[in-house]
């Protein structure tokens, strides 16, 4: 099996089974001899600011020497991103060895009735490899949900962390905070610890409740003990407690999201792993998460981030106004079946003009459509036949340019807009 075959079977598989719950993933893990056993993870849960708070858990426990395993999703350019050991991705041998074996456990599941959806058949590789390369510690990240989301069949983790819940996949989660938070608690686990962002106080409740319940004790960072020395397009200097800290991540959320990852790594400190001081400051300073308020040029400056969400969109809006960044030329594209309306009408003010993407995605929503929705808002707008078109477009008017919306879009321009901007050096 080559890296393409592997690839292409798992995106074969359907993406949602006729049932929710772990009982697939259970008996594929069963299956392959649950490797999931022999390690250790961080588990991370939440609506936005999940993706970042890995990476930065991720970096600092790389830092504190530890081989370190990364699970995200989705990727944005390449499938091997989502399965990370040490800051790399994936080799593609070794991602045909585990899809291989995958393969082979899902046919018998085929034969017995229930074969395993995508997301399934890629967790169960991401874990068979880290059990295979012997990773000291996983930090994990939820794809939907969390109570059955396949990532739920580890053990109780060294630490559960939830990230800032919001209204995102109500059709599937709840449309109240009490009932998505609901959901994102599932992978609290009896005798565990849990570790929480900033919350709205609707979501708050539902954790606290569920900690309790579950024996879990409940550590929150204290935003308001950050003292912020410094911002500016390269990223926030800043101190919290004893700790200073350089943050290269863009955004006043990223900040919490910082915060969220100090207290992680201090909880896994005395949860029987060495995590000193040092490799927290090394850590967070070295950190990198591509298509999140990324800045790939600096004069004049290039923006990519997917705010694919009103929560998103209103922290792009936020950074924006809090840099100074004025007007720009935004290329933006949307998936039709989120809150659209609400996430564009947040990025709008700072758009000088809007090239409207059609996301190269079946649910992606027509840049005709977004584009007369910005032109009703006052925004002089055109759809563009396609990113790289749109990227074009902004290139020649030599102005600022921010590229927002679905991360789709970013993964179809982020290497184009890099390459562009390196031989233009």
């Known amino acids: 099996m080559t890296e393409q075959e592997a690839i292409s079977y798992l995106h074969s598989l359907g993406r949602l089974g006729p049932a929710a719950g772990l009982a697939r993933i259970t008996r594929l893990m069963e299956l392959l001899g649950n490797p999931q056993k022999e390690l250790r993870f961080v588990h991370v849960a939440g609506t936005n600011g999940k993706g970042s708070t890995c990476a930065m858990t991720a970096s600092i426990l790389r830092k504190a020497g530890y081989r370190t395993g990364l699970y995200i ?7 091997r991103e989502r399965i990370q050991l040490d800051g790399e991705m ?9 899809v291989e074996r995958v393969q082979a456990a899902a046919e018998q599941m085929r034969a017995e009735g229930t074969p395993p959806v995508e997301f399934e058949a890629v967790t169960a590789t991401a874990l068979l490899w880290y059990a295979k390369a012997k990773v000291d510690v996983v930090v994990l990240e939820v794809g939907l949900g969390g109570r059955f989301d396949a990532t739920n069949v580890i053990p109780c983790p060294l630490c559960t962390v939830i990230t800032p819940i919001g209204l995102d996949h109500t059709e599937l989660l709840g449309d109240t905070l009490a009932a998505i938070a609901g959901e994102k608690c599932g992978i609290i686990k009896e005798g565990g610890v849990t570790v929480t962002a900033t919350q709205d106080p609707e979501a708050l409740a539902v954790i606290m409740e569920t900690c309790a319940r579950r024996g879990n004790p409940l550590i929150s960072g204290n935003r308001q003990a950050v003292r912020v020395l410094g911002e500016d397009f390269t990223g926030t200097r800043l101190q919290y407690g004893e700790l200073e800290l350089t943050l290269p991540l863009l955004g006043d959320y990223q900040v919490d999201n910082c915060v969220t990852a100090v207290e992680t790594a201090r909880l896994l400190n005395r949860r029987g ?4 001081d040092q490799a927290i400051v090394e ?4 950190v990198r998460w591509p298509a999140r308020m990324e800045l790939l040029q600096q004069e004049p400056f290039v923006l990519l981030d997917g705010a694919h969400n009103q929560a998103g969109a209103e922290a792009l809006a936020r950074s924006l106004t809090r840099l100074g960044a004025g007007k720009a030329t935004m290329i933006c594209g949307m998936l039709a079946d989120k809150d659209w309306h609400g996430a564009v009408s947040r990025f709008l003010p700072f758009a000088q003009e809007l090239l409207a993407v059609t996301p190269q995605s079946p649910r992606a929503l027509p840049a005709e459509k977004l584009a007369a929705f910005a ?4 925004v002089p707008a055109r759809p563009c036949a396609d990113g790289r078109e749109a990227w074009r477009l902004a290139r020649e008017k030599g102005t600022p340019v921010i590229i927002c919306g679905s991360l789709y879009l970013a993964a179809e321009l982020r290497e184009v807009v890099l390459t562009d901007l390196q031989k233009s050096k």
Request: charged share 20%; aromatic share 10%.
């Open 375 to 378: 032109r009703e808002e006052g």
């Open 90 to 98: 994936i080799p593609p041998e070794e991602l045909a060895w585990a």
């Open 283 to 286: 850590g967070i300073a070295a």
């Open 73 to 79: 999703s989705p990727y944005i350019v390449t499938f």
């Open 273 to 276: 792993l060495t995590v000193p």
